[in-house]
């Protein structure tokens, strides 16, 4: 029985031993020490070699934008993506530290890189109320981020930063590393740095700014988009007026200073660079230099291109071209209002208002709506919500236009001009507010200095922003009569003079380059017989320079014209007798340069628009060194000497011809200016599709070409003397007023001979009606009882 019973119990379980317990768990905390270990020891040996070297800081070099600016110093513009002004530490305010470190790193100074205690209170703030409240990371672990790392959100990115805070701590000084982190945040409105922020909310330099202006930038760089004072400037006060009390808190500020500065309103005004002379089309070149020469790099690198602009200079060639436009638009008439608003938007002045700034307004232009009209006036609402009024006097021209040759009636009132409703361009004309229209004619401007070609002011149209085209260095149109001096100083290398007589007659050439018959005429349609080459030059004359280029050959033309800088492909282009007439294209600056050769005295000089290039430092990395005309006495060999390419004898003899085409020829208007250093041609081409007045003096070279875009007529009447002349003359109304008004100086083997003014031939001194000639002294002409005089001996008579 009692064996039975015990087979048929169960065995008890063995009970586990203490020591297998222990085992495991000390296996399990092993391994899992183990892991961090391996961790760290693959971060050491993969991760952190390939770290940044924190002592790179120390030369840091900045994204800045390229600023471009006129030799006076004038800024014309700026160009980058990030706007940033670096600044040594001693250059920043105390100030502006102060707030920073209370707004961002109270510790800053204490910590060796990582603030553990705000680490610590981070996390509990985290935990205790489910957001984050405030900030683990310092200045410095900040300056690690923005200079080394991504904003990428991970351990290995936190870590990273946290072992590159303390290298950046042991290679840089506490002022190096905040200088690097002032320099370098962030803070809204492509504004980098503080003293960039200071610029863009408040337009002012770092060292100006009251103590809640810096208060209102150390609360940005938390959340640039949050706290903008002008996005946002409810949130950008409660920001500044934390970071205020902090300061207070910490001892950088007294309570009353606090009081007092969380008083101020927020008042800020978004400030983009502040241009000081507009010259877009410059800009745009300059940028392209940089580029070609630093590379792409070149827009951020902190250069300084000075330009030869003159800022006086370029503002003139600005209004002159706007000023000749506007008065071209009126000569044609009215083409009528960008839009007429129906009169239920003219009740609402918000929807007046955003009509009104559907429409570009380029150059000097103004948009307004007419909200009232009588026969004598209108009044405009423009961009800004005022009021202007526009007289009728300064409206009689707004003829209704029709075409380039026609318009309609002129208008008696007001009312037949305007209505209520009408949206239209204005400008401001001698203080006064006027109708205008946007131009649909161009130009293109190039005033150059002729004895080292630098560029004094260019405009390539009517407004950069409406139309980017160059017409200054890109456009290539038809010179006309502007290209006539070329073929009369090459006439004078062959042996030609000034006195020579050439028929002004009616011809008929059978031209097979031309492949057609070809009857050439002048513009008033008559012909004048025997005519001087002097005559010929002032009056414009077509059918002198026709024969005389079939005298001397269109090949020695066109090397002879090469020498002025003329491009010998364009030349070759037109290997025909039109080429006399100037079917040749070029574009204002080959034009001003090609005159130069005669405003200096016979020497090629490189136009050239960059002066200097300097570093963010003020380094010098590129210095212009053009080539001179001569002046008074140079050796041949003189490396800085521009190459001479026609006589000075040849160059004075042209001058004083071109003079004589504003004495009493087709540039006559030009004597308004009361000067007796000034010499210039017209060129108007077939149809009067393009229309050009080039002139100069010693001390400036200017070209205006005036015409469409897509070749077509000016109208019948616009001759160069009326479309470009005008502009040419008001540019150098201003732009000679420094320079003296003397002659031009007369080179030595020139002789002054008196002659028969019908027909060329030496006369006795007294003969009645004879004139003086300029002849070369080695190939004088012989005059009956006459003996060749130079031009000084005559003129030491003339004043005895």
């Not at 070759?572 to 007439?581: D, F, I, V, W, Y």
């Not at 003397?721 to 002659?743: D, F, H, Q, V």
Request: with cysteine; net charge neutral.
């Amino acid at each position: 029985m009692t064996s039975e019973h015990n087979d048929s119990t169960e065995p008890t379980p063995p009970k586990p031993k203490k020591r297998s317990i222990w085992k495991i768990l000390f296996l399990t905390v092993f391994i899992l020490g183990l892991i961090p270990v391996f961790a760290l020891t693959a971060y050491v040996i993969k991760v952190y070699p390939t770290l940044p070297d924190a002592s790179t800081l120390k030369n840091i070099s900045y994204q800045v934008p390229l600023r471009i600016e006129t030799h006076d110093g004038k800024l014309i513009t700026e160009i980058g993506e990030k706007r940033r002004l670096p600044l040594a530490y001693h250059e920043i305010p105390e100030r502006m530290t102060q707030a920073i470190i209370s707004a961002e790193d109270e510790n800053f100074y204490e910590h060796g890189g990582v603030d553990f205690k705000g680490i610590a209170r981070a996390v509990y703030e985290l935990i205790t109320t489910g957001a984050k409240q405030s900030g683990g990371s310092t200045v410095t672990m900040q300056v690690a981020r923005n200079f080394f790392l991504t904003s990428e959100r991970s351990y290995t990115r936190k870590l990273n930063e946290i072992i590159l805070s303390y290298k950046i701590e042991h290679e840089l000084s506490k002022q190096e590393i905040m200088a690097l982190y002032l320099n370098k945040i962030f803070l809204g409105h492509r504004s980098y740095g503080v003293a960039a922020a200071a610029k863009t909310y408040y337009g002012k330099e770092l060292a100006d700014l009251e103590l809640h202006e810096f208060a209102t930038i150390a609360g940005l760089p938390k959340a640039p988009s949050a706290y903008n004072p002008v996005v946002n400037p409810p949130r950008a006060q409660q920001r500044r007026n934390y970071v205020l009390r902090r300061m207070n808190d910490l001892g950088f500020i007294s309570q009353n200073e606090m009081i007092l500065a969380q008083s101020a309103p927020i008042e800020v005004t978004l400030t983009g660079v502040r241009i000081e002379v507009e010259a877009n089309y410059v800009a745009e070149m300059a940028r392209q230099w940089a580029l070609e020469r630093f590379g792409e790099d070149a827009l951020n690198m902190g250069l300084t291109i000075i330009t030869t602009i003159d800022s006086q200079h370029q503002q003139y060639a600005n209004q002159a071209v706007r000023d000749g436009l506007q008065d071209y638009e009126r000569r044609h008439g009215f083409r009528g209002p960008l839009i007429s608003l129906v009169p239920t938007v003219m009740t609402n002045r918000e929807q007046i208002l955003e009509a009104i700034n559907r429409f570009a307004a380029p150059g000097d232009l103004s948009v307004g709506a007419v909200t009232d009209i009588t026969e004598d006036q209108a009044w405009l609402m423009i961009r800004d919500g005022t009021e202007v009024k526009i007289r009728f006097e300064t409206m009689r021209w707004a003829a209704r236009y029709l075409d380039v040759n026609h318009t309609g009636p002129a208008p008696e009132s007001a009312e037949d001009i305007l209505k209520k409703g009408d949206v239209v361009y204005i400008h401001q004309q001698n203080g006064e507010w006027t109708l205008a229209q946007n131009p649909n004619v161009e130009t293109g401007m190039v005033s150059l200095n002729p004895r080292d070609g630098s560029i004094y002011s260019l405009v390539g149209g009517f407004a950069y922003f409406k139309s980017t085209f160059n017409r200054a260095t890109q456009a290539k149109r038809q010179l006309g009569s502007a290209f006539k001096p070329f073929l009369y100083s090459a006439a004078l290398d062959r042996g030609y003079t000034a006195a020579s007589v050439i028929n002004d007659a009616p011809v008929v050439f059978h031209d097979d380059a031309l492949e057609d018959i070809w009857r050439p005429e002048n513009f008033s349609g008559r012909f004048y017989g025997p005519t001087r080459i002097r005559q010929a030059v002032a009056y414009s004359r077509n059918l002198v320079p026709i024969r005389l280029l079939q005298d001397l050959g269109i090949h020695p033309t066109i090397h002879h014209a090469s020498l002025f800088g003329l491009p010998l492909e364009e030349l070759n282009k037109q290997r025909n007798l039109s080429l006399a007439l100037g079917s040749a294209q070029f574009s204002p600056l080959e034009t001003a340069r090609a005159y130069a050769v005669f405003a200096n005295g016979g020497y090629l000089i490189d136009p050239h628009f960059v002066k200097e290039v300097r570093d963010f430092n003020g380094k010098v990395l590129y210095r212009a060194e053009p080539k001179q005309a001569c002046q008074i006495h140079c050796f041949e060999n003189d490396p800085t000497l521009a190459p001479r390419v026609i006589t000075p004898q040849n160059a004075y003899i042209m001058t004083s011809m071109l003079q004589d085409v504003i004495q009493y020829g087709t540039g006559r208007s030009a004597r308004v200016l009361e000067r007796m250093d000034i010499a210039g041609k017209t060129g108007t081409t077939n149809q009067q599709f393009d229309a050009w007045f080039v002139g100069y003096n010693p001390d400036i070279a200017t070209s205006v070409w005036v015409g469409f875009d897509s070749p077509s007529s000016l109208g019948r009447r616009e001759t160069s003397g009326r479309a470009a002349l005008p502009i040419w003359i008001n540019y150098m109304r201003e732009a000679l007023k420094k320079s003296p008004n003397a002659p031009f100086l007369q080179p030595e083997g020139l002789v002054n001979i008196p002659i028969d003014p019908s027909t060329g031939t030496p006369v006795p001194a007294d003969t009645p009606k004879a004139i003086f000639e300029l002849f070369y002294e080695k190939n004088a002409p012989e005059a009956p009882d006459v003996t060749p005089t130079s031009l000084r001996d005559l003129t030491r008579e003339l004043f005895q």
